[in-house]
């Protein structure tokens, strides 16, 4: 009735059925209390309820409150399951947003921003910077169609990123046909970084040797590659 709906929209006093001993086992009204508090942690669980149910029972047939009890307890448990797989769900992607900010960010500076806490501007005094684009890419990309443009820079920093991990030093970022890396930040790594650079570089020009474009493996490929240490 409207009155009834009315009544539990707008509270106090809370609306609550009124019922008499005559109408039910006050076991029954005792529990139904206990469900109706307005402290979670003071209603009892489905299993406890299944519990006194059976109890109140004490072995008689009542193939209703059975059948409600039994259909409580099923959607308890599927809701329990669909909590967990909504929760691995979470658990992959937040995995996958992670995978993708320490791409973008530095390890370090991408833990400070999920923290929410200040990245400070730190000074770095000595570094060194590997740039390197594709010879002739503006030729090769206008004999391309834009797909093979796409598939060709994947195919070639997916190379130059899986070499780049054997060594001390940190991919800053791509543009284009340009392909930059640093030693000696954001992990400090002494007078080590000109070595680990030239290192890298010797090894991206020996894999690119070897590096066949998809829809021309008659072309080869060269790049440009340019070091400065300071």
């Not at 106090?12 to 029954?28: F, G, N, T, Y």
Request: net charge negative.
């Amino acid at each position: 009735p409207p009155e009834i709906i009315e009544k539990v929209q707008r509270p106090p006093p809370l609306c609550r059925p009124a019922v008499s001993a005559d109408q039910a086992p006050l076991e029954c009204i005792h529990l139904m209390k206990e469900c109706w508090s307005e402290q979670p942690e003071k209603r009892p669980t489905i299993d406890q309820v299944f519990d006194q149910f059976k109890s109140i029972n004490k072995g008689r047939k009542t193939n209703i409150i059975d059948s409600m009890l039994r259909m409580l307890e099923q959607y308890s448990s599927n809701l329990e399951d669909l909590i967990r797989e909504r929760t691995e769900e979470l658990e992959i992607e937040k995995q996958k947003t992670d995978k993708l900010l320490t791409q973008m960010l530095p390890p370090s500076v991408a833990e400070a921003l999920k923290m929410g806490t200040p990245v400070e501007p730190e000074y770095f005094e000595e570094v060194t910077l590997y740039f390197s684009d594709i010879v002739g890419f503006t030729t090769i990309s206008a004999m391309s169609e834009p797909i093979e443009v796409v598939d060709l820079l994947n195919d070639l920093y997916t190379l130059f990123d899986a070499i780049i991990g054997s060594h001390d030093v940190y991919k800053v970022e791509t543009i284009g046909d340009a392909y930059m890396v640093a030693s000696g930040l954001p992990k400090r790594n002494g007078n080590r970084h000109a070595g680990e650079i030239a290192n890298m570089s010797l090894d991206i020009l020996s894999s690119v040797g070897t590096f066949k474009m998809r829809h021309m493996p008659e072309v080869p490929v060269r790049i440009r590659i340019g070091l400065h240490s300071g």
